[in-house]
T-cell receptor
Framework: DTAVSQTPKYLVTQMGNDKSIKCEQN?????MYWYKQDSKKFLKIMFS???????INETVPNRFSPKSPDKAHLNLHINSLELGDSAVYFC???????????????FGEGSRLTVL | GQQLNQSPQSMFIQEGEDVSMNCTSS?????WLWYKQDPGEGPVLLIA?????ELTSNGRLTAQFGITRKDSFLNISASIPSDVGIYFC????????????FGQGTTLQVKP
């Protein structure tokens, strides 16, 4: 069983369209994240949710709207897609203990978005 | 915001050689982690470090949390072809726990 699974793996769409990426984790973790990896492979955090509550919103355009229906799922909806949105989007999860944040993330395989 | 400077940006080495890469920051970090990303996959955690001076090994990999808390290095001994990939350092600052900051990555290629 895949621990963190994302769909779709590939997404090609036109500018101006709206698209969604779904993520599910079966690790029982409380915290989930969306990261964006650009063409230079730079990984940058976009959002994090802890038990369905938004914790981090890293100055992302409001065209990006995450939704967490339960702690095992974190979806990402993108409105009015732009060329610059082309990237690989990674979902991740982690289990944060009482001692604080471990930083140990489990990543999905990524969703490669290409905006034409 | 905080940045991690990772070097070298890329390495092309012969199988059997040792590899060293490092990460520095102008800010103090309370956690340092090293991840590896294979093509078409998400990053996978290799080593996690939580104390200044900590030296941890995972097979042929060894990583250290710098005493100043502003740097970390990763060594790979006796490289093999499957070591190919992108290696990322990552860390958290005391004021931003929960927000993992990544370095720019080191692309490693190993020639058999």
């Amino acid at each position: 069983d895949t621990a963190v699974s994302q769909t779709p793996k590939y997404l090609v769409t036109q500018m101006g369209n709206d698209k969604s990426i779904k993520c599910e984790q079966n690790l029982g973790h409380d915290t989930m994240y969306w990261y964006k990896q650009d063409s230079k492979k730079f990984l940058k955090i976009m959002f994090s949710y802890n038990n369905k509550e938004l914790i981090i919103n890293e100055t992302v355009p409001n065209r990006f709207s995450p939704k967490s229906p339960d702690k095992a799922h974190l979806n990402l909806h993108i409105n009015s897609l732009e060329l610059g949105d082309s990237a690989v989007y990674f979902c991740a999860s982690s289990q944060e203990g009482l001692a604080g944040v471990s930083g140990e993330l489990f990543f999905g395989e990524g969703s490669r978005l290409t905006v034409l | 915001g905080q940045q991690l400077n990772q070097s070298p940006q890329s390495m092309f080495i012969q199988e059997g050689e040792d590899v060293s890469m490092n990460c520095t920051s102008s800010s103090i970090f309370n956690t340092w982690l090293w991840y590896k990303q294979d093509p078409g996959e998400g990053p996978v955690l290799l080593i996690a470090l939580y104390k200044a001076g900590e030296l941890t090994s995972n097979g042929r990999l060894t990583a250290q949390f710098g005493i100043t808390r502003k740097d970390s290095f990763l060594n790979i001994s006796a490289s093999i072809p499957s070591d190919v990939g992108i290696y990322f350092c990552a860390g958290q600052t005391p004021s931003n726990t929960g927000k993992l900051i990544f370095g720019q990555g080191t692309t490693l290629q190993v020639k058999p």
